[in-house]
Nanobody, 120 residues
Framework: QVQLVESGGDLVQVGGSLRLSCTAS????????MGWYRQAPGKQRELVST???????NYADSVKDRFTISRDNAKNTVTLQMNSLKPEDTAVYYC??????????????WGQGTQVTVSS
């Protein structure tokens, strides 16, 4: 079994910062792309940022220059540093990863989500 567990969500004021972390555990052979998505109330889940195993990154236009994604391959962890937070960043943030498990099947896994609320 493979599991993604997120942490770091909180209530923060406009302009503040938060750091989200996600750790993959279980019967893992390899992790390829990792990323973060978010879903605000009444809206569809949307891409925030992704990072490849080699460190290549991609960001939604709405978070460029404010959010930074990074990963520690040795610890199977992906982190999202969020600065200059805005009310529109309020959402449940989900970790996502492409993982090959011990049965050599590659699947996409999701974390349970962590709430980020930006208060004005």
């Amino acid at each position: 079994q493979v599991q993604l567990v997120e942490s770091g969500g909180d209530l923060v004021q406009v302009g503040g910062s938060l750091r989200l972390s996600c750790t993959a555990s279980g019967r893992i052979v390899r992790i390829d792309a990792m990323g973060w998505y978010r879903q605000a109330p009444g809206k569809q889940r949307e891409l925030v940022s992704t990072i490849t195993s080699g460190g290549g990154t991609n960001y939604a236009d709405s978070v460029k220059d404010r959010f930074t994604i990074s990963r520690d391959n040795a610890k199977n962890t992906v982190t999202l540093q969020m600065n200059s937070l805005k009310p529109e960043d309020t959402a449940v943030y989900y970790c996502n990863a492409a993982i090959t498990s011990f049965d050599y099947r590659r699947s996409w896994y999701w974390g349970q989500g962590t709430q980020v609320t930006v208060s004005s």
